[in-house]
């Protein structure tokens, strides 16, 4: 099958690794089963993440309610 996805070899790995990342899967994790480290995945992964801050923020938000708190300074 003709598809110009498989031109590049690793777009499906890409693409795979990328939807991990944006699904919210531990960076950690999403490295291992990448095969990669942490820093190798940010240095290429990290571009995908840029305007998630408003998410970051909500999740943020949550754990200092599910904590009372007790984490801030």
């Not at 940010?42 to 943020?60: C, D, E, H, P």
Request: net charge negative; with cysteine; aromatic share 6%.
């Amino acid at each position: 099958m003709d598809t110009p996805l498989a031109e590049v070899p690793y777009s499906l790995r890409h693409a795979c690794v990328s939807l991990w990342i944006k699904a919210g899967v531990d960076p950690v994790e999403v490295a291992r089963r990448a095969g990669h480290s942490v820093a190798v995945l940010w240095k290429f992964y990290a571009k995908i993440l840029r305007g998630q801050q408003q998410v970051s923020n909500q999740l943020i938000d949550q754990a200092l309610a599910e904590d009372g708190g007790a984490g801030e300074a």
